[in-house]
């Protein structure tokens, strides 16, 4: 039977910067070797909802994912002059890789999280604009796998690529497709911020699915499948394509080690965000 995500309790500060940014959007969270919880996110300067001048991410970091004051804040990584959006880490053989965007996709690795070198990534079979930005990364059995938001015949899809060096990507196919029947069909793409996780032998995809109007800002979609690769087709009109619906932004969803899942929501200043200004985090329980 499928399992449901719901958020049961109270949004709580997990995140907000003050020196290195007037916000947070889209994040990643990582738990380094020394066990610390880490957080990078989109900001800028100012207040305002510039994307092009979205240049860095904020770094943050704390031992619990819960406690009275959030993460502390570190400084600023990735600073290179251009656009940087939505990053993804994982830590590999003691290596931490970050994927972001947008378009072209970008890759940087490090031993210590501070300090990040840019490195050449190649995207092989990949049809245009199929990988445009919020890449998000996880190890399936014997290979890597990455969701990225692309557009794909004026519509916006969710592809996903494999690799077993995670420096070249091959295009496997798009793991969700909406139609133009859809309720959203932006030009930029409504399928933003694809998160998978996997529970028992299904994997759960979810997507804030949103063309940035208010009244669709934390419209999180929650998918499910049992092939990683395939979470069909989203037309808005059939109850059955999604498990649920949560209110949050750019989510991640993570498990402690008291095995409690976790929920986070972010966004620009402005548009009703859960935690204004920095990233919030509620528990979640999956129930049948």
Same mark, same amino acid.
């Given at each position: 039977m499928p399992l449901i995500p719901r958020i049961v309790g109270d949004w709580q500060l997990l995140y907000k910067p003050e020196r290195t940014g007037c916000y947070v959007n889209d994040h990643c969270i990582v738990r380094a070797t020394d066990g610390m919880w880490h957080l990078f996110g989109i900001t800028r300067d100012g207040p305002e909802i510039m994307p092009d001048y979205e240049r860095y991410?904020?770094?943050?970091s704390g031992k619990s994912l819960i406690s009275e004051n959030g993460f502390d804040e570190l400084g600023i990584v990735c600073n290179n002059g251009w656009r940087a959006w939505a990053p993804a880490v994982v830590r590999h &053989?003691?290596?931490?890789?970050?994927f972001y965007g947008p378009a072209p996709m970008r890759y940087a690795t490090a031993d210590e999280l501070t300090h990040w070198m840019e &490195?050449? *990534?190649h995207l092989i079979d990949a049809p245009l604009d199929s990988c445009h930005r919020d890449q998000m990364v996880i190890q399936h059995e014997d290979r890597w796998l990455m969701y990225a938001t692309g557009i794909a015949d004026r519509c916006? *899809?969710?592809s996903v690529f494999e690799s077993n060096d995670l420096q070249h990507w091959r295009f496997i196919r798009y793991a969700l497709r909406t139609t133009r029947e859809a309720p959203r069909n932006p030009p930029w793409g409504a399928t933003e911020s694809p998160f998978v996780v996997a529970i028992d032998s299904a994997f759960y995809l979810f997507i804030t699915y949103t063309d940035c109007a208010p009244n669709g800002y934390h419209d999180t979609l929650v998918f499910r499948s049992e092939d990683p690769t395939d979470f069909g087709t989203y037309t808005g009109n059939n109850a059955t394509e999604t498990v649920t619906q949560l209110h949050a932004h750019a989510p991640e969803v993570i498990q402690d080690d008291d095995g409690q899942w976790y929920i986070t929501s972010c966004g620009w200043r402005g548009c009703g965000t859960v935690i204004e200004g920095g990233v919030g985090i509620a528990p979640i329980l999956w129930e049948e």
């Open positions: 991410f904020t770094h943050g &053989n003691d290596r931490y890789h970050m &490195n050449p *990534v916006g *899809v969710i």
